[in-house]
């Protein structure tokens, strides 16, 4: 891959502003202070995603997909720049506006499931419509259905497969019906016939309409993806306008 | 939900959790004893002080008395004025009436003795007292007022009772001695009219029969004297009625500089406050008013010695229930802190579904109310153990309570939910500095690693 052109860069985004963003980055950095000095995470990303689409974040190890996946999902906030997410300016929400919006807006999907360990299925998924309204049961063990899951609801987290922990882990993220769902590498625990399910599940949502962005070093996941956004010393890399060109037209 | 979670997180960890409780449990049974003590101690020491005497002494108030006395043929030792007997009911209508605990009445007169007409006659003082007397719901007299003093044989009943129509007296030990008396023994007693001495025996009408019905051994003044009911006294020295000095024994509030005003010199709204405070002095004042022609003043030196023993004590069980609670609130939050790291990855989980801080603070709070709560109550039941168990040991034989009446005390139901609530503090002050530092913690990198 190669580095676009700021030509290339304002055309894309040109074309995605039809697409109506759902989130949009103009010059968002990251910058973590440590011992050694500050470590530039994410270094003046700019981009748009528009609702609908399914991007998948690639790039090395230490690259910031982690610290980018994080600001999108209002858990941590940008050094500097502008972060507009659903039409919100996040970067200059207080802490529990940011609570509130999360519940609201943000769907999460970690690599290690962060089930809790004392509740069950039902319970893992019930917690989140806990913190963002009231627990509906039926609501729960639907979304788990969904999943494949609906028999091993009333199960703990360490009586299921790392695959049903992560089938779990997306019940509870669509849960809410968040308009993104955040994945950070989702299948990166899991064995290719447990990839395969999960990759069916998120391809299912979205075709029904929920933005996805995903993190993943898998290139048959990225694959999956309408664009990849490239990531490589925290700078956005790679911008395969073409790619998302192609499949907007499609 | 919310119950859900807090059960079931309150379940988990047990091994720190048990060693959070047992931090709370052990400083809650501290401070529940050190209060339970508190509670008891003040009544304790008051019985306990009670050995050494009343602590308000009423009289006559000579200058004013008009007593109407029968037939004046009797010198008494507090000169010619006396109290009524039938007046002294008049002490369970004042303000503080069910402080009172005890109440002594005493007439007092020199009387001869002498073992028959041909011995040795001696004058002894003796005194009418009363023994087991019913007095409103109980009884009372000067046994109860005086504890220590110990008696061989019985209390005097009044005379009627005794075989012969014979008086009932106790002896003091050394009087004992000197007439060569022992219990069971028949004795002449008359007034000092009618001298008797050693070489002219009285004729037999003066003198009355009575029945050494008990010996009593104080080591005091009383080992001189003989005691009567205050009914034959007063029959002997044909005084009816007549009482010359009532000790009273009160539960009174320490005195403090308020208690020492003259409250006739207060403002009406002081005196009302003074007035319905339990001083001595108060309910000496009210005794004063109560009895007619009565003198009523506190006996100061076990009063005194009643107050600082009692500030002191509650002095030491302060700082020992502190530093038992401060104990507790550092072992909390120690355990707290491990048991909150652990469940870093769980709030930055919490954090990302939208939690709140205020909200998942909530929950931790309420675990560890949870556990103050079982360890409260735990404490609590210990401590009213410990408290019962250390009443008997310290108390229990003067005092003369079996462990089972001290057990039922202990249980002071006001003590519950003023433990409760210190272990709930405690807790709570020791878990806030991990909880706080836990939701500091970046959800972000917390979820990171995945821990
Ligand atoms: N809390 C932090 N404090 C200091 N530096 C951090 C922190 N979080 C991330 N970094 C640094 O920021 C850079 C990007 O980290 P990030 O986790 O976003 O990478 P990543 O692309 O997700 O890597 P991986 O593929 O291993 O998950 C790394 O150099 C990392 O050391
Ligand atoms: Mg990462």
Redesign the pocket.
Known sequence: MKMVSEAQRQHAEAMLEHAMPVIQLVGVSRE???RSGV?R??DDASFTIGAGEWVAIT????????????LLGCLDTPTSGKLTIDGEEVHAMSGSELDRFRADKIGFVFQQFHLIPYLSALENVMLAQYFHSMTNADDARRALERVGLGARADHLPSELSGGEQQRVCIARALINDPPILLA??PTGNLDAANQKIVAGILRELHAAGSTIVM?T?DPEMAALAQRKIA?SH?KVFCHPVQHVVVKLAQ | MFLRLLWESFARQRRRKILAGLAILLGVTAVTAMLGLATTIGDRIHQELAVYGANIVVYPKADTLDVKVGEQSLKPATGNAYLHEKDLEKLRGIFWANNITGVSPELRASLLFARGLDQRTISVDTVGLWFQHPFGSGITGAPQLHPSWHLQGAWPTPHPQVKDGQYAVVLGSTVAKRLGAAIGDDILLGDSHVTFDSTSPTPAIAADHAKVVGILNTGAAEDNEALLTLADMQDLAELPDAVSRVEVSAKTRPEDAFARRDPDALSPKDRDVWYCRPYANSIAYQIREAIPGAAAEQVRQVEQSEGTILERISGLMWLISAAALLAAAVAVSAAMATAVLERRAEIGLMRSLGASKGRIASLFYAEAGLLAMIAGVGGYVLGSVIAAALTASIFGQAAGVALSTTMLHAFNPVLLPVVLALALIVAVAGSTASIRSALRM?P??VL?TGA
């Open positions: 973590y202070a440590s470590v995470a994410l790039g090395p190890s230490g690259s910031g997909k982690s610290t980018l996946v994080n950070d590498e993190v070093h990531l925290g | 970046d972000s990198a990171r």
